[in-house]
């Protein structure tokens, strides 16, 4: 099955900086989804991306399937913003393999 | 819409027990999903539901555990004879399905599962 490597694993951040998150996937890919985990553990769906470029907000995120890597970009960053973020891929539109996350700290 | 629900949100149970948890979707998502999570990694897929057939099962899913979704509406999830190597948190998922290739999942809170 796909494989999904995500980097880094943990990153701490002061309040204001930007920072960009990575997924590399080892397959083509047709469901790439980013979410976001909270510290009370609901997965909250950021972005469907399996290509192209998404913004939402302070947040966007882009796909180059054909490097098999989607970054996620966090601007302005906010206390907020912590927990795990996750990207998830797969093949076809239904199933999709998780990826270990990034564990995110904005510190005030 | 009210999003995913799940019950119970907790359950703490003896080895060997069964325990059966609930998941209901948003009520027009035609697929849905059944994933665990241990502490420090990702959600690992378990299987998953269009309308009411179980397309895919995962081989972590072993004959212990059955899922159903009746009706395709609510599922639930049973895990026969638990062991302590079941403790994790189950989430449930759902999405729209259909003709649309965008398929985004929406998360319920997930089952807390402790075997002692």
């Known amino acids: 099955g796909i494989q999904v490597e995500q980097s880094p694993p943990d990153l701490i951040l002061q309040e204001g900086a930007n920072s960009t998150l990575r997924c590399n996937f080892s397959?083509?890919?047709?469901?790439l989804q980013w979410f976001h985990q909270n510290p009370w553990g609901q997965l909250i769906n950021l972005f469907y991306?399996?290509?192209g470029t998404k913004q939402n907000g302070r947040l966007s995120a882009t796909t180059v399937a054909t490097e098999r890597y989607s970054l996620l970009y966090i601007s302005s960053s906010q206390t907020t913003d912590s927990g795990v973020y996750f990207c998830a891929a797969g093949g076809g539109y239904q199933k999709v393999t998780f990826g270990t996350g990034t564990k995110l700290q904005v510190i005030p | 819409d009210t999003g995913v629900s799940q019950n119970p949100r907790h359950k703490i149970t003896k080895r060997g027990q069964n325990v059966t948890f609930r998941c209901d979707p948003i009520s027009e998502h035609n697929r849905l999903y059944w994933y665990r999570q241990t502490l420090g990694q990702g959600p690992e897929f378990l299987t998953y539901?269009?309308?009411?057939?179980?397309?895919?099962k995962s081989r972590l899913l072993s004959d212990r555990f059955s899922a159903e979704r009746p009706k395709g509406s609510f599922s639930t999830l049973e895990i026969q004879r638990t062991e302590q190597g079941d403790s994790a948190m189950y989430l449930c998922?759902?999405?729209?399905?259909?003709?649309?290739?965008?398929?985004?999942?929406?998360f319920g809170p997930g089952t807390r599962l402790t075997v002692l």
């Open positions: 397959d083509s890919v047709n469901n």
């Open positions: 539901f269009q309308n009411e057939a179980q397309l895919e």
């Open positions: 998922a759902s999405s729209l399905g259909g003709i649309s290739s965008t398929d985004t999942q929406y």
């Open positions: 991306i399996p290509s």
